[in-house]
């Protein structure tokens, strides 16, 4: 069993009150969130001081979690100006409580909620895509000196996985969207596997999507929330999966996508190697998530949040389709490079 096939938690609202209550003394009233594959809730107590809780999975590992946690103390530590979630401690001192529903044990954990708007609340052309990667840079600056054994995983959302995709193949049928995912796998063990050595690997974030980066109102990005799929992979695939995430529905996708490269760049300097792997890196993103959500949609058919892009990165998989992607990653060199 893993995360992607477990159901999530279905705890109600009355007993995430109760938990509340009874092991952090704080009398809250609870809404539902949407979440992949945990259960998450918006708190506001009393005094209108506002909580995130998440219930786990249960088939999460402790390490992971554990992970998490050590992670965001570590960039709060070493870049104030990155604001990330904080702990409320348990009535006993503990980051996480371990709770019993329906003879399951589940991991749950409370951050007090950061201020600010999620940028898919907002439209992305009053956004600096440019300062969002420069963002992205500067955690994985704040990141650099992190290490943890738990990140050394097999992890479907980490591209360099391309075994999740393979695995999963006939769940997009034996017509055109099967060659489509197939199409950027070969692009990608031509272009990509042959030069994997000359790219650097450290634990990163690894989902800078529009769902968990908080911006202000001037535009530019404060905050990024979701530390649950961190992994040691590329460091070029941090850029790569938030410019997955920013070509969505973008008649221009390679000014979205120069734009958070270049202020990834300018922060995180990439090599030559790096910068020229990052367009085949993100058609890999956007083909997981298209292979994930055919596999999960089957598995959980009521829950929307699986397929939340899954009809944006089809269009854009057909958009680069018809693209040279070492054209396109000759242009992006260029471009962060003029």
Request: aromatic fraction near 8%; hydrophobic fraction near 40%.
């Amino acid at each position: 069993m893993s995360v992607f096939n477990t159901p999530a938690p279905n705890l109600s609202k009355k007993e995430i009150q109760l938990i509340v209550q009874g092991n952090y003394k704080l009398s809250v009233d609870a809404l539902n969130l949407t979440g992949e594959r945990d259960q998450n809730f918006f708190l506001i107590d009393t005094s209108g001081n506002e909580y995130i809780l998440k219930v786990f999975n249960s088939a999460e590992e402790v390490a992971v979690v554990e992970m998490q946690s050590q992670a965001m103390l570590h960039v709060a530590q070493l870049d104030s100006s990155i604001q990330v979630s904080s702990h409320v401690k348990t009535m006993d001192g503990s980051d996480i409580l371990e709770y019993i529903h329906d003879n399951t044990a589940h991991m749950i954990r409370v951050v007090n909620n950061i201020p600010g708007r999620f940028l898919k609340d907002i439209d992305h052309s009053a956004v600096s895509l440019s300062a969002l990667g420069a963002f992205m840079g500067k955690l994985d600056h704040a990141l650099s000196g992190f290490h943890h054994p738990a990140a050394k995983r097999e992890f479907p959302w980490d591209i360099r996985c391309i075994g999740f995709i393979e695995t999963h193949l006939s769940e997009l049928g034996d017509g055109h969207k099967k060659s489509l995912v197939d199409h950027f796998l070969n692009q990608y063990k031509q272009n990509i596997l042959p030069n994997e050595t000359q790219l650097r690997k450290a634990v990163i974030h690894n989902d800078g999507n529009d769902h968990n980066v908080l911006v202000n109102e001037s535009g530019n990005t404060t905050a990024i929330i979701d530390f649950g799929d961190m992994v040691h992979t590329f460091i070029a695939c941090e850029p790569a999966v938030c410019i997955a995430y920013m070509v969505l529905d973008k008649k221009d996708p390679f000014d979205a996508a120069a734009q958070v490269l270049d202020g990834y760049h300018q922060v995180f300097p990439l090599s030559r190697d790096e910068l020229m792997a990052v367009i085949y890196l993100v058609c890999i993103r956007s083909c997981i998530t298209v292979t994930m959500a055919a596999y999960r949609k089957k598995l959980f058919p009521d829950n929307d949040y699986i397929s939340v892009s899954d009809r944006q990165a089809w269009e854009f998989l057909t958009y680069m389709h018809k693209a040279d992607l070492n054209d396109w990653a000759e242009k992006l060199l260029q471009y962060v490079n003029s």
